[in-house]
């Protein structure tokens, strides 16, 4: 299945969930930010915990999850971005950054992980509230258009 198709696909079942846009766009919320951390596989139990614990739609957390699989490496380069800014520090290049963790220099690790997982922390709120209203916002106005526009043009 070539990745236009399951785009399709997953983009048809987004739009027909027959849950309240605000619902189904808390769960595409949930979904997406799971992209901003390390999950280790378990990224579709854990979009799928944040659903369920923020009572949004189960549905389109895991279409979400499926969606948005190609943006992890560049949210992960957001994290760094990101942690950079609110640490005021200066990580030179990231190739350089990655050619010290592959030499251990563990001071630079320190300081990278540090990096990482404070613009991941930050992404993960601010990433959650912003797609949350704008796919709220998003969904209320043009779902059905949306959904006619996928279904034939994709």
């Not at 048809?12 to 969930?17: D, V």
């Not at 923020?54 to 957001?78: H, N």
């Not at 258009?145 to 996928?150: I, M, Q, Y």
Request: charged share 10%; hydrophobic share 50%; proline share 3%.
């Amino acid at each position: 299945m070539t990745y236009r198709r399951m785009a399709k696909y997953y983009l048809l079942r987004f739009f027909r969930i027959a849950t309240s846009p605000f619902t189904a766009a808390g769960g595409f919320a949930c979904g997406t930010v799971v992209h901003f951390h390390l999950t280790s596989g378990f990224g579709l139990p854990l979009a799928l915990f944040l659903a369920k614990i923020t009572r949004t739609s189960c549905m389109a957390s895991s279409i979400a999850w499926a969606l948005t699989m190609p943006l992890v490496p560049i949210l992960f380069y957001l994290n760094f971005l990101t942690g950079d800014f609110l640490l005021q520090q200066t990580t030179p290049d990231i190739l350089s950054a990655i050619r010290d963790l592959t030499i251990l220099n563990f001071s630079r690790l320190l300081e990278i992980g540090k990096s990482f997982i404070i613009g991941g922390i930050f992404n993960t709120i601010l990433g959650l509230i912003v797609i949350w209203f704008l796919g709220f916002l998003f969904l209320k106005k043009y779902r059905t258009s949306a959904l006619n526009f996928v279904k034939k043009y994709l």
